[in-house]
Structures are given as structure tokens and as C-alpha cells.
């Protein structure tokens, strides 16, 4: 099995099965059943779990999160989930993501070199963790083999495992984040030039840059999140959270004198998010400089629950000299390219709200396109 994804068993293909994203402060689920264009959202749910349930992506209370995960299918908004089997998350941190540069060889070639390659570049045994790897770089212009490795801690995944099954999920697949979010913001999952995606989460914000041949780079840091954020504005402005929220996502960046305040309470963690972003295309363009087959990023997409911040992608573009927008993560599920939603049997879900839906919905897609 490799991490990146882990299938069980092919006995799985074309049953029902539902997208399963858990983080250190929620559990997301959604159910997609396809349509002849598109796909309609069955079931939904964003339950909060308590602190100390899991922290920086490891399971501390198996106990609990049985009981949470069982709650949170139970009270799914929409149709009740009738299925056990689920496409499940990892947490982006604890993945190990790198590109080796390989001398123009065949694959057989590749196949032998790379368990030596891994082995040196991968900071643990390679029986510690489940591994993969994929060819990302074009043949017909390249005057060497870009390899993309993957790795995760068995540890982990195992662990994942063992919780899910005790509370009566069978995962068919796991992915880490930055998988699923690709299939769920990018059409089709293609792109003309390199992109850089931004996941503003709750207690990390993870950044994957994607070229034409998949992901090519992945980080993630605590140092700039959704809660910092809110902590700053509550801090700064003497309020308690609930109120943060909600003029982060009503005035958010607004520079006038009167809402001012906001801007500056939240200027450390927009410049350490800038800062963060300049490296990651730094990166990309020493990289790109060796390969021509790589050119500059072209755009940058926001998602996640911080990404609602009003004001975020016109104030980054500015920074940073590139396009900046905010993902929708329904242009690979409604027909409309626009994402707007129109259910009948559940409540729609808005469209800053989906933000934050953008992984689990990811992965929901992997489950519904593997139903015939």
C-alpha cells in the first residue's frame, strides 16, 4: 500500500461511499451522488470536536472521537448515510512531499533507482511509512526525470485506521489534503500553468503549488491561521470570538479610518502569510530556472474557513503581484460554472461557508466518480 493513495481493496469499486475530512477541530462529511451533468450533495455535516481529541494531526483520545465520528454521521444534514465505506483524509503536516531530479532513464530504470533515492531523502525508514511516487515532469522537453515522492508514517495512518473502524467507517481510500483539495477546485483537475493553492484553516494554513503534471510542492505552518486571526481582532479590539467572526468576515480588510482597527490587528499575520507565500514562489522560481518546463505561477486560489476574511485575495494580489481568488469548490459538482446551489431536499450551503468544504468535498468527488 502507499500513502498517497491507500486502497484497501478493489471489492470496494462502484459502492456508495462518503468524503470524510478530520482536522484537530472538526469532523466534515458530504455525500455526492452523480448526476447525468454533474452531481447533487446528498448528505453534509461540520461538527466541532473539543480540544485535545487530536492535536497536530495525531489521535490523543481514541475514546472520544469514536463517539464523535458516530454523532457526526448520525446528524448529517440532507439524507441519512446509508454506507460505511468512506474516502478518507490525512493531515497535510504530517505528510513528506519532495521532487527528485533523475538522469533521462526509462521507467524500469526509475523503478529500481528510486527505493535508493527515497531512502536518502526521506527522513524515516522506509518501513516506517507507507511510500509513492509519481513521474511529474514532461518527457518531451526535459533533459531529466522529475520523480514526485510521497511519504507518511504507518504509525499514523494505522492509527487512522483502527479509530474508523471502531466507529463503524470503512475507509477505502486515504489521500492527504492537498489531493483532495486539487480535485475539487481545479477544473477537471487541469491546469495551463502552475498554480499556488492557499487551505486557511483553523489552526494551520497549508500551501500546494500544482503543475501540469500534479503536485510538485507542499507546506504547511502553524504560524498563520484561521484562529490567530480571530484571536488577534478579539484581542485588539477587547471582544469576545464570536464577535471576531463576525466582523472578520463583514468589514475584514476595510482600510477606513473607522474600520481600520481590524487591518492592523490582523497586519502581523497578513504580513507573516505574505512572507510565507513569497517563499513558496521563490521556491517554485529557483526551480522553474532549471527547468523551463516549469514556468512561473500564474494565480493563486484561497480556501479554507480563513480564506472568508473580506478583502484577503484583492490585498494579497496587491502584495505579492499576482492574481489572487478566492476557490470554488463546486466547479467540478453543479453544471453552473457560477457554483450557485439549488437543493430541494437540504439547505444549501453558502459559498464562504463551502470554502471551508473544499477538502472534504475533494474527497466526496473521489467517492461518487468510483460509482457507475
Not at 493513495?5 to 461511499?17: A, G, K, M
Request: hydrophobic share 40%; net charge neutral; glycine share 6%.
Amino acid at each position: 500500500m502507499n500513502f498517497r493513495d491507500i486502497v484497501f481493496s478493489n471489492i470496494y469499486e462502484n459502492l456508495p461511499s462518503f468524503g470524510l475530512d478530520i482536522s484537530d477541530f472538526s469532523i466534515k462529511i458530504a455525500q455526492l451522488k452523480k448526476k447525468k451533468k454533474g452531481f447533487e450533495l446528498k448528505s453534509s455535516n461540520r461538527f466541532a470536536l473539543p480540544e485535545g481529541i487530536i492535536e497536530e494531526g495525531e489521535i490523543k483520545n481514541d475514546k472520544k472521537l469514536i463517539e464523535m465520528l458516530k454523532k457526526a454521521i448520525i446528524e448529517a444534514k440532507g439524507e441519512k448515510i446509508r454506507t460505511q465505506y468512506a474516502v478518507c483524509s490525512l493531515p497535510e503536516q504530517h505528510a513528506f512531499v519532495k521532487v527528485i531530479k533523475f538522469p533521462k532513464m526509462g521507467i524500469n530504470e526509475i523503478k529500481e533507482a528510486i527505493k535508493w533515492e527515497a531512502e536518502a531523502n526521506i527522513p524515516f525508514s522506509l518501513d516506517e511509512v507507507y511510500f509513492s511516487w509519481q513521474i511529474i515532469s514532461s518527457q518531451e522537453r526535459s533533459d531529466h526525470t522529475d520523480v514526485l515522492i510521497n511519504a507518511v508514517p504507518r504509525k499514523l495512518v494505522d492509527k487512522y485506521l483502527e479509530v474508523l473502524r471502531a466507529a463503524g467507517i470503512e475507509p477505502i481510500v486515504f489521500e492527504i489534503e492537498s489531493t483532495a483539495i486539487i480535485r475539487s477546485l481545479l477544473k477537471e483537475g487541469l491546469v495551463v500553468k502552475p498554480v499556488l493553492i492557499i487551505d486557511l484553516g483553523f489552526n494551520r494554513t497549508s500551501f500546494v503549488i500544482f503543475s501540469e503534471n500534479g503536485i510538485c510542492f507542499t507546506n504547511s505552518t502553524s504560524a498563520v491561521s484561521n484562529k490567530q486571526m480571530l484571536e488577534d481582532i478579539a484581542q485588539k479590539l477587547n471582544i469576545d470570538f464570536k464577535k471576531a467572526q463576525s466582523l472578520k468576515f463583514k468589514i475584514g480588510l476595510d482600510t477606513n479610518d473607522k474600520d481600520r482597527e481590524i487591518f492592523n490587528a490582523l497586519l502581523p499575520s497578513l504580513t507573516k502569510l505574505s512572507e510565507k507565500i513569497k517563499e513558496c514562489i521563490s521556491f517554485h522560481k529557483e526551480y522553474g530556472e532549471k527547468d523551463s518546463g516549469f514556468p512561473d505561477i500564474s494565480e493563486i486560489i484561497l480556501c479554507g474557513g480563513g480564506a472568508n476574511l473580506k478583502g484577503l485575495a484583492e490585498h494579497l494580489s496587491t502584495r505579492i503581484k499576482i492574481p489572487v481568488s478566492l476557490g470554488n469548490p463546486w466547479v467540478n459538482i453543479l453544471p453552473d460554472k457560477k457554483g450557485k446551489m439549488d437543493l430541494k431536499k437540504i439547505p444549501a450551503i453558502p459559498y464562504e461557508e463551502s470554502l471551508a468544504y473544499a477538502t472534504v468535498l475533494g474527497l466526496a468527488l473521489r467517492g461518487a466518480n468510483s460509482v457507475n
